[in-house]
């Protein structure tokens, strides 16, 4: 048995090796179609890889309070609603036990200048734990400290690429920025970051939230407190965060007089984020491996379509071999084995095309996207089944024929 397939093998190679255009094209198909499965699931894993980065750069364990009620997995009224103020925080770091940490944030895009540079900047008011909750370290300098933001100190840290933008080479530290014609002292950069979910994170500019809420944004008269766009919370550990979002929740609707209907505000967690997100991604993927792999589908129709003409045109051949006592066995063998190689070496060229492509990409683009290993395997074990599928139906239209009108034609 070992005997026939190897010689079935080499006869196929060589029937193969005759028509090597005609060989190359039926390929074509299944090249395209590997690459592009292997291609799709690598950017694809990528893409996660790079969401969950983008999440991981918000801080850890962290719980996100908006004001709006949310409806439908989207945030409604967010931009118009003043629901959270300050004070609702200093509640929240006061009374919540699972919470490790809490800043409140409240941000507008400001026209900055120093000397004769000058540009529009998100201006973000906030309180000194914000590098703790949202993992964000400070690169020279420091941050401001609570006695600062109480006294309304005209202090501010600037993110890494407004220090390029506005001082170029120069240290920023001790030097006096403008931010609506207001004076404002530098001391501290922050460390560079990047972007996260859309937004340049290098690119800000660091105030006291009393300064922001006082002096940039105005403030209403009809509060006691100033309000905030945002309130970031970091739980102890990932296993509390449940009992953060809880206590948060809760004492949210106690401080709002909320005792029946929907909260004016919107608790969401990292992991609820990050879920959401993987879910997106996750169907991303699959929808892209799919759509890959119709051209697989396509190549294994290429290869049935040319193997039946390959039958018509070897009637002759085919009629020698039954004469001289060729089995219909070992026709359809023949003939199978033929289009398996076809898939399979054209299997292993999108392979190859895949690899380089997936290297491309991450070369060019921010996404780590690789080459799975699953991918290979399944792209492989499809190439194989194609070529036995589509194989067999020319190899059984090759193994009916009679010697004598094989041999006639």
Request: aromatic share 4%; hydrophobic share 45%; glycine share 10%.
């Amino acid at each position: 048995m070992g005997v026939d397939l190897v010689e079935n093998v080499s006869m196929a190679v060589r029937t193969l090796s005759a028509n090597k255009l005609r060989s190359c094209l039926t390929m074509l198909g299944i090249i395209i179609g590997n690459a592009s499965v292997i291609a799709m699931i690598g950017v694809g894993q990528g893409t996660q890889k790079f969401v969950n980065q983008q999440f991981e750069a918000l801080g850890t364990n962290v719980l996100f309070v908006l004001p709006g009620i949310q409806q439908g997995g989207s945030q409604l009224g967010a931009a118009q609603a003043n629901t959270l103020v300050l004070a609702d925080a200093e509640a929240i770091a006061r009374e919540a036990p699972a919470v490790a940490g809490v800043t409140p944030e409240k941000t507008e895009l400001l026209r900055v200048n120093w000397a004769d540079q000058d540009t529009q900047v998100s201006v973000t008011g906030t309180t000194p734990s914000y590098t703790s909750v949202r993992n964000a370290p400070v690169g020279r300098g420091r941050f401001f400290n609570q006695l600062e933001v109480q006294s309304n100190h005209r202090i501010a840290v600037l993110g890494s690429e407004t220090a390029s933008m506005l001082f170029g080479n120069r240290d920023p530290l001790g030097e006096k920025i403008r931010i609506r014609n207001l004076s404002f002292q530098v001391i501290g950069v922050m460390a560079e970051k990047g972007s996260s979910m859309g937004t340049n994170q290098d690119e800000v500019i660091f105030v006291p939230i009393t300064v922001m809420a006082n002096q940039l944004s105005g403030r209403d008269g009809s509060l006691t407190s100033p309000t905030v766009q945002s309130i970031s919370v970091s739980a102890h550990s990932p296993e509390t965060i449940s009992a953060a979002q809880y206590q948060v929740t809760n004492l949210l609707r106690l401080r709002h007089n909320i005792k029946k209907g929907d909260n004016d505000f919107t608790v969401r967690s990292q992991q609820d984020l990050l879920r959401t997100a993987n879910t997106v991604t996750g169907m991303l993927v699959v929808l892209l491996a799919a759509t890959s792999g119709i051209s697989l589908l396509v190549g294994g129709i290429g290869i049935m379509n040319i193997m039946l003409v390959s039958v018509t045109e070897r009637t002759h051949e085919i009629g020698l071999r039954k004469a001289i006592g060729a089995t219909r066995t070992d026709l359809l063998v023949q003939f199978t084995t033929e289009a398996v190689i076809l898939s399979l070496v054209g299997g292993a060229c999108g392979i190859l095309i895949a690899v380089a492509g997936t290297l491309l990409v991450t070369v060019l683009t921010p996404l780590e996207a690789a080459v799975s290993p699953a991918a290979i395997i399944l792209a492989v074990g499809v190439s194989g089944a194609i070529g036995l599928g589509f194989g067999v139906v020319p190899a059984r239209s090759a193994a009916r024929l009679e010697p004598i009108v094989a041999l006639r034609s």
